[in-house]
């Protein structure tokens, strides 16, 4: 697909689905308030709106290599995820933060197999310095399962979990879900079966 194909699905889109729903489109256009945000991977064969059947609206959507988010830091720099988490939380206020990983993910892959090792900026260091998120999970996950097929699984299941770690270390995060104004969630969606399984407790469980 190119941007010309794009245009021809706007055209289509324009013709038929806003045509339909006008009357939601104008209440859109007044503001949103999305109850759930989700935390997803850039990968572009896990939209969340595809896979949850969402309309336009009802999620907050941030997504990212490996669906990461970094932990509090307040160090001047320019943090896309922390920022989109703080507007959703504290402006929007949503009641529910889902992170969402997925199988075959190649951020996954490249930190488990260290194949960006020692890149530079624009030769995959940027990718590389990023998915260092996950190099302590990563040593855990090695030992257990290797590099294969299983290590990519257990890398992918822990990576939702660190991401639900370092959500608890903002503190407007902490606050909310201490007081039980916000939930924090977990989940794995696996392309080639379609199964969405959900954490509970420490496992994941299918959905």
Request: glycine fraction near 12%; aromatic fraction near 8%.
């Amino acid at each position: 697909m190119h941007f010309s194909d794009l245009k021809e699905g706007y055209y289509r889109f324009r013709g038929t689905e806003w045509q339909q729903e006008r009357e939601r489109w104008s209440e859109l256009a007044t503001g949103q308030s999305p109850k759930v945000m989700v935390i997803a991977c850039s990968d572009s064969r896990v939209d969340p709106a595809t896979i949850f059947g969402a309309r336009p609206g009802e999620i907050f959507v941030v997504r990212n290599v490996a669906n990461l988010v970094p932990p509090f830091e307040d160090d001047g720099g320019r943090h896309g995820v922390s920022a989109a988490l703080e507007f959703a939380v504290t402006k929007l206020e949503v009641e529910e933060v889902l992170v969402l990983g997925h199988g075959a993910c190649g951020g996954v892959n490249a930190c488990l197999t260290q194949s960006l090792a020692n890149t530079k900026p624009g030769e995959g260091g940027f990718v590389a310095h990023w998915i260092d998120l996950l190099d302590d999970a990563r040593e855990k996950v090695v030992a257990e399962h290797g590099t294969g097929p299983e290590g990519q699984k257990a890398l992918e299941q822990e990576g939702v979990k660190v991401s639900l770690q370092n959500l608890m270390t903002f503190p407007f995060v902490k606050e909310r879900v201490e007081a039980g104004k916000l939930k924090l969630h977990g989940a794995v969606f696996a392309i080639e079966d379609g199964r969405l399984r959900v954490l509970e407790g420490d496992t994941f469980e299918n959905a």
